[in-house]
């Protein structure tokens, strides 16, 4: 099975601030990984697919970039909203994996 | 509008089975792959496991942890998708979400519903 190493675990930053999330894949996966945002209590939300692409509705402030092994999630100015943790997942190959996530905390 | 309704959750003892239904409206069913995410209380996600559309012979893929003891099934006529869970370990404990998407991609999620494995 491919593995996914996502970090940092946890990420504290402020509002304004610009931050970036990391995924290695333990394979190639070309492009085929995608991005969502949890919030306590709730259902994930997809942010990213086939690692740049812009899901519908989801503000121009979140990015996806990598291919490969390597990709990476940028906020590019937080706003209150985004405080959330963060899932990278490859569907590369079955069995899809999930990153263990990353927990974005106000500092 | 999409929506995504589990229900089958509960407590049940180690070894036991359980089986959650995930009732589906607001899109085309039988042409759509589904998903099983499961999430412990407090950790991150686990991608459980998919089913294929009949047209594409209802393929089924599982994560290692569950291969063997979990089977994921559809009734296109009921738009309803299962998850039978067979001898059960406390570490099945989590919230199980039914998905669905473009293909492996995850858009719409249901709400969840709990199982807990314990004595």
């Known amino acids: 099975d491919i593995q996914v190493t996502q970090f940092p675990s946890t990420l504290s930053a402020s509002v304004g601030d610009r931050v970036t999330i990391t995924c290695r894949a333990s394979q190639n996966l070309d492009s085929w990984l995608a991005w969502y945002q949890q919030k306590p209590g709730k259902a994930p939300k997809l942010l990213i697919y086939k690692a740049s692409n812009l899901e519908t509705g989801i503000p121009s402030r979140f990015s996806g970039s990598g291919s490969g092994t390597d990709f990476s999630l940028t906020i590019s100015s937080l706003q209150p909203d985004d405080f959330a943790t963060y899932y990278c997942?490859?569907?590369?190959?079955?069995?899809?994996?999930f990153g263990q996530g990353t927990k974005l905390d106000i500092k | 509008e999409v929506q995504l309704v589990e229900s089958g959750g509960g407590l049940v003892k180690p070894g036991g089975s359980l089986r959650l239904s995930c009732a589906a409206s607001?899109?085309?069913?039988?042409?759509?792959?589904m998903i099983w995410v499961r999430q412990a209380p407090g950790k991150g996600l686990e991608w459980v496991g998919r089913i294929k559309t009949a047209a594409d012979g209802r393929t089924t893929d599982y994560a290692a942890p569950v291969k063997g003891r979990f089977t994921i099934s559809r009734d296109d006529s009921q738009n309803t998708l299962y998850l039978q869970m067979d001898s059960l370990k406390t570490e099945d404990t989590a919230f199980y979400y039914c998905?669905?998407?473009?293909?492996?991609?995850?858009?719409?999620w249901g709400r969840g519903t709990l199982v807990t494995v314990s004595s």
């Open positions: 607001g899109f085309t069913f039988s042409s759509a792959w």
């Open positions: 998905s669905t998407g473009r293909y492996s991609v995850i858009d719409h």
């Open positions: 997942q490859q569907y590369k190959t079955y069995p899809c994996t």
